[in-house]
Nanobody, 114 residues
Framework: QVQLVESGGGLVQPGGSLRLSCAAS????????MGWYRQAPGNRREWVAR???????YYADSVKGRFTISRDNAKNTMYLQMNSLKPEDTAVYYC????????WGQGTQVTVSS
């Protein structure tokens, strides 16, 4: 079973930036389509961005133009660069395969607030 560990979250002001990282316990990024997801309080978990093994990227409309997903297969790491952050981006962010496995990591909290 693969373990995924998210990091890089924090508190940022509106308009700010954060870079999230997702580290895997074994080499999976060259095998699976991977994604970032988020869950805000009281909401269902939603898909944010995904990237194919060929580095083709797709984004939810709510983050298109502001977020960038990338992967480094050699480092077993995936990233989410988040720019122009908005209060509505506040959520716990998770990485997982797309579509996701049933098991999730602990996520990383992103809070956008002044």
């Amino acid at each position: 079973q693969v373990q995924l560990v998210e990091s890089g979250g924090g508190l940022v002001q509106p308009g700010g930036s954060l870079r999230l990282s997702c580290a895997a316990s074994r080499s999976i990024f060259g095998v699976y389509l991977m994604g970032w997801y988020r869950q805000a309080p009281g909401n269902r978990r939603e898909w944010v961005a995904r990237i194919t093994t060929g580095h083709i990227t797709y984004y939810a409309d709510s983050v298109k133009g502001r977020f960038t997903i990338s992967r480094d297969n050699a480092k077993n790491t995936m990233y989410l660069q988040m720019n122009s952050l908005k209060p509505e981006d506040t959520a716990v962010y998770y990485c997982n395969k797309f579509p996701p496995w049933n098991d999730w990591g602990q996520g990383t909290q992103v809070t956008v607030s002044s």
